[in-house]
């Protein structure tokens, strides 16, 4: 519940209520299983390589057995002496919870004997993460009272089996900030609660809950492409719902906002409370992202001539002699075979919409302008070509840069192009 609570306090509302006020959360997605089902069978690989280590491994994340069970077990074990224990549950006044595993330590005494025990939990992620601190925490902090004795240290398993041992003295002051925190707010602040949309949305599993209140009040936070400091600045204005953005006039612009986001967000508005009287879907071109010098515009500056992205791309396999061709795909093939490409590693990119171009070319133009003529004696082909062939030749000297200016920009896109471009 902590961990919940530090990604959005609202959640913890819903859990208590959820019988009360006959919540209901949603299902898991597709994504959300996978990466659900690769946690857990990360899990499983590192109790199969504690098993190789090891020779006392209790298991005891089995179903059939009650959390007050588990928690007895566990206890039990400890007394044994048990190298490993894995799936057990750990109480301390209110706080409950289940670790990934339990490892004897021989150099610290407890009230068992002459050792103790470690938490140690795995993670499908690439790094540590604030919330793996406190679940942690917590798992510790229960643990010293069932022992009697603090570890020094707990363990997050991350992908690829590394592991990062973190100093228990040197967070334990963050989570018992948090911790109090939380208990402080279990204990009055709950029921006064509001949902607020935030970037846990996306993965909630109560996120129709909360937006069955968002339309119901004509919260703001239902706008299109309206963010936390645009929300702020309408709420000092005393506009604190759509009906109100609505009808301001989107020719003068609201104090504190630019002009072209002024504009937009009241256009938005319009049109979603348009769109709720008739129930037919509306649109209308922003202007400021057709004329505007931004997106792909950024690789037509001082180009002679514009081409689309895919004649740019022909051009390059042209110029460059290479074999590869262009193909229809359908869809989702081609995103498939690219989160393929991006799985095993094979190109340096993390997000296909991201990677294209739309920063990293400005930079890019910046650092071979003294090289490239900028007027209008370049194509958009053209230019896109010799910033190509700016970025293959110094390819091997910003590989070797670890930090810094110079280290950027990545030109995430002509890694990808490198997979594709085989001469002949």
């Given at each position: 519940?902590?961990?919940?609570?530090?990604?959005?306090?609202?959640?913890?509302?819903?859990?208590?209520?959820?019988?009360?006020?006959?919540?209901?959360?949603?299902?898991?997605?597709?994504?959300?299983?996978?990466?659900?089902?690769?946690?857990?069978?990360?899990?499983?690989?590192?109790?199969?390589?504690?098993?190789?280590?090891?020779?006392?491994?209790?298991?005891?994340?089995?179903?059939?057995?009650?959390?007050?069970?588990?928690?007895?077990?566990?206890?039990?074990?400890?007394?044994?002496?048990?190298?490993?224990?894995?799936?057990?549950?750990?109480?301390?006044?209110?706080?409950?919870?289940?670790?990934?595993?339990?490892?004897?330590?021989?150099?610290?005494?407890?009230?068992?004997?002459?050792?103790?025990?470690?938490?140690?939990?795995?993670?499908?992620?690439?790094?540590?993460?604030?919330?793996?601190?406190?679940?942690?925490?917590?798992?510790?902090?229960?643990?010293?009272?069932?022992?009697?004795?603090?570890?020094?240290?707990?363990?997050?398993?991350?992908?690829n089996m590394v592991r990062e041992d973190v100093q228990v003295n040197q967070v334990n002051e963050f989570f018992k900030i948090?911790?109090?925190?939380?208990?402080?707010?279990?204990?009055?602040?709950?029921?006064?609660?509001?949902?607020?949309?935030?970037?846990?949305?996306?993965?909630?599993?109560?996120?129709?809950?909360?937006?069955?209140?968002?339309?119901?009040?004509?919260?703001?936070?239902?706008?299109?492409?309206?963010?936390?400091?645009?929300?702020?600045?309408?709420?000092?204005?005393?506009?604190?719902?759509?009906?109100?953005?609505?009808?301001?006039?989107?020719?003068?612009?609201?104090?504190?906002?630019?002009?072209?986001?002024?504009?937009?967000?009241?256009?938005?508005?319009?049109?979603?409370?348009?769109?709720?009287?008739?129930?037919?879907?509306?649109?209308?071109?922003?202007?400021?992202?057709?004329?505007?010098?931004?997106?792909?515009?950024?690789?037509?500056?001082?180009?002679?001539?514009?081409?689309?992205?895919?004649?740019?791309?022909?051009?390059?396999?042209?110029?460059?002699?290479?074999?590869?061709?262009?193909?229809?795909?359908?869809?989702?093939?081609?995103?498939?075979?690219?989160?393929?490409?991006?799985?095993?590693?094979?190109?340096?990119?993390?997000?296909?919409?991201?990677?294209?171009?739309?920063?990293?070319?400005?930079?890019?133009?910046?650092?071979?302008?003294?090289?490239?003529?900028?007027?209008?004696?370049?194509?958009?082909?053209?230019?896109?070509?010799?910033?190509?062939?700016?970025?293959?030749?110094?390819?091997?000297?910003?590989?070797?840069?670890?930090?810094?200016?110079?280290?950027?920009?990545?030109?995430?896109?002509?890694?990808?192009?490198?997979?594709?471009?085989?001469?002949?």
């Amino acid at each position: 519940m902590l961990k919940k609570y530090l990604g959005c306090k609202y959640i913890i509302f819903n859990e208590i209520n959820e019988k009360k006020l006959n919540l209901k959360k949603i299902e898991l997605n597709i994504n959300d299983k996978l990466r659900f089902e690769k946690g857990n069978q990360h899990e499983k690989n590192y109790l199969k390589e504690l098993k190789k280590k090891y020779k006392k491994v209790l298991d005891l994340k089995k179903p059939d057995l009650t959390r007050e069970e588990k928690i007895s077990k566990t206890i039990q074990a400890m007394k044994e002496g048990w190298e490993i224990i894995h799936g057990g549950w750990l109480k301390k006044d209110k706080w409950t919870g289940e670790f990934d595993f339990l490892i004897i330590n021989n150099e610290l005494k407890s009230k068992f004997g002459d050792y103790s025990y470690e938490v140690i939990d795995t993670k499908y992620s690439n790094k540590p993460k604030p919330d793996h601190i406190i679940q942690l925490g917590m798992y510790t902090y229960m643990l010293e009272n069932t022992q009697g004795v603090l570890p020094k240290r707990f363990t997050i398993v991350l992908k690829n089996m590394v592991r990062e041992d973190v100093q228990v003295n040197q967070v334990n002051e963050f989570f018992k900030i948090h911790r109090e925190n939380y208990e402080k707010f279990v204990g009055n602040g709950v029921d006064k609660q509001r949902p607020e949309k935030c970037s846990f949305c996306s993965t909630c599993e109560w996120q129709e809950e909360c937006e069955k209140i968002w339309i119901k009040e004509d919260n703001l936070n239902q706008v299109g492409g309206l963010t936390k400091v645009h929300l702020k600045k309408l709420l000092e204005l005393k506009i604190d719902t759509i009906s109100k953005l609505s009808k301001q006039d989107s020719k003068k612009t609201l104090k504190g906002f630019r002009k072209e986001i002024s504009q937009r967000l009241i256009t938005q508005a319009k049109l979603q409370k348009e769109y709720e009287k008739t129930n037919v879907p509306i649109h209308q071109p922003n202007p400021n992202n057709l004329n505007g010098i931004k997106g792909f515009n950024l690789l037509n500056i001082g180009c002679s001539k514009s081409y689309s992205f895919r004649e740019n791309l022909e051009y390059i396999i042209k110029k460059t002699n290479s074999k590869s061709k262009f193909f229809s795909l359908n869809k989702y093939l081609g995103l498939f075979i690219l989160n393929l490409l991006i799985f095993f590693r094979l190109i340096d990119i993390n997000s296909y919409h991201k990677s294209l171009l739309t920063k990293n070319i400005l930079l890019n133009v910046t650092k071979i302008k003294k090289k490239i003529n900028l007027e209008s004696k370049f194509s958009s082909r053209e230019l896109f070509y010799s910033t190509y062939k700016y970025y293959i030749k110094n390819l091997n000297y910003t590989k070797k840069i670890k930090f810094g200016s110079h280290k950027y920009p990545s030109m995430k896109i002509f890694n990808l192009l490198n997979i594709f471009l085989q001469k002949k």
